[in-house]
């Protein structure tokens, strides 16, 4: 169990460490059920959107990356495995993503040549391991 004093200090902590400001956008992919859902309160220490995608959006890469190019997002934050399966179905090279500045990779260890594809596919954009 997170208790809600220990969700607070993380919540209140991203905005320092993502360097972030209320233009950035970003896309919640994470169930309820999971830590990384605290994402849907980060508006309220950043004044950030975030886009909450349902189950249907989720379920094809190219689709998701879709809606990272609909909604200019600026922030990118997922499982290393949701961010290789962007990458390997997502076609990111024809997609518009100059608004994305920051992916990061959470929760399991990164494979490096899906990692090397990903920096490949948005080259503008900052990495960051949060494993």
């Given amino acids: 169990m997170w ?25 919640s992919i994470s169930g309820l059920h999971y830590s990384a859902a605290c994402e849907i309160f980060y508006p309220v220490v950043s ?23 609909r909604e200019r997002t600026t922030i ?4 290393a495995t949701a961010l290789r399966m962007l990458v390997e179905g997502g076609n990111l090279p024809t997609r518009d993503l100059h608004a ?23 080259p503008h954009a900052e990495f960051h391991n949060l494993y």
């Fill in 3 to 27: 208790s809600q004093r220990g969700m607070a200090a993380s919540l209140a902590s991203l905005p320092r460490w993502r360097q972030s400001t209320q233009s950035d956008r970003l896309i």
């Fill in 47 to 69: 004044s950030a959107s975030v886009y909450l995608c349902a189950d249907h959006e989720m379920k094809f890469a190219d689709h998701l990356a879709g809606l990272l190019e």
């Fill in 76 to 79: 990118w934050s997922s499982t």
């Fill in 100 to 122: 994305l500045r920051r992916v990061e990779v959470f929760g399991e260890r990164m494979q490096i040549a899906a990692l090397r594809a990903a920096m490949a596919a948005v």
